[in-house]
């Protein structure tokens, strides 16, 4: 995982290890870990809400971290320093042990509460959609109120089911969730309201390796979530900060847009895009609150 801070190398391995070499987690990175470890514990029994449906609210919780692809059980398998930064993981009878220079990906794993869905109401189950909430990219939003310091949250998306052939849980269908760590927050509420739209783009990187249609499937303050349009179509291997330029017609000559933006996230088929400036007449500006209102509506209105 740490797809959101390590990159495209985190986005796709869905449990496997990579195999091109990522550098050791920075101090920043660390801390998110460290808060993601103190707040989303194993065993602790949290709430989530799939693809930003907040009045569709699940119980659940972690059974298990994916750690460089193997599964750590317990917290008590995860050495700390005397700060609470995490040090090193421990695997098996054996105690193999990883040190955190060497992380490569860290997931969440949690049961398939997929049944759930059948307690809901017509109308919330409807909100659901065919697509079902554990279907490979979709996002689903923890809640905990662990750690003592409030209600926190983070968005994941869902790398994969996977029925486990030993260990605790051996063959029980659980879900692999990549958490995007720069949404992690503790607060009362969520700070950012995303909102599912279907806008058609052009996405291209400067540098060449990609151009091609796609859409935008939701958009919140600043950033939108990308999905390629066409099936069987993945997505270049992208690191956060990488530019790509989105072109967005709604429709009439004053409604094209040229946007600049900045990579937040990405696996093969989706990413997430900071939207950072738009080209008008040849020149580059940073969005005003006003530009990006009128870009918001517009992209809602045309989805």
Not at 113 to 120: A, G, I, Q, V
Not at 141 to 167: F, H, Q, Y
Not at 265 to 294: H, I
Request: hydrophobic share 35%.
């Amino acid at each position: 995982m740490l797809k959101s801070l390590f990159g495209k190398t985190f986005g796709s391995s869905g449990g496997k290890e990579p195999s091109s070499a990522v550098a050791a987690p920075t101090r920043l990175e660390l801390e998110r870990i460290k808060t993601l470890i103190e707040f989303f514990p194993i065993g602790k029994k949290l709430r989530y809400y799939p693809e930003f449906k907040q009045e569709i609210v699940f119980d659940t919780l972690v059974v298990a971290y994916c750690v460089n692809g193997d599964f750590i059980y317990s917290g008590d398998a995860i050495d700390h320093d005397s700060e609470g930064y995490p040090t090193a993981f421990r695997f098996g009878e054996s105690n193999r042990r990883t040190p955190v220079s060497a992380l490569k990906v860290f997931q969440l794993l949690v049961p398939d509460t997929s049944d759930l869905e059948m307690k809901l109401d017509y109308q919330r189950r409807a909100l659901i959609g065919r697509g079902k909430q554990f279907n490979k990219g979709n996002y689903i939003s923890l809640i905990s109120n662990a750690g003592g310091r409030g209600v926190s949250t983070v968005d994941t998306e869902v790398a994969k089911k996977v029925v486990l052939p030993d260990g605790p849980y051996a063959h029980s269908t659980m879900i692999l969730l990549t958490p995007e760590l720069r949404t992690l927050v503790v607060t009362d509420q969520r700070r950012k309201s995303r909102t599912k739209i279907s806008a058609p783009v052009i996405v291209s990187m400067p540098l060449g390796g990609f151009h091609g249609p796609c859409t935008i499937i939701d958009i919140s303050d600043q950033g939108v979530r990308i999905r390629v349009r066409d099936r069987g179509t993945s997505l270049p291997s992208m690191r956060p900060g990488d530019e790509v330029i989105i072109e967005v017609d709604l429709g009439e000559a004053e409604k094209h847009y040229s946007i600049k933006g900045s990579i937040i996230r990405s696996a093969s088929e989706t990413c997430v895009v900071q939207l950072d400036g738009q080209f008008k007449d040849g020149r580059f500006s940073n969005f005003s609150p006003l530009d990006l209102l009128e870009l918001k509506a517009g992209l809602i209105s045309h989805g």
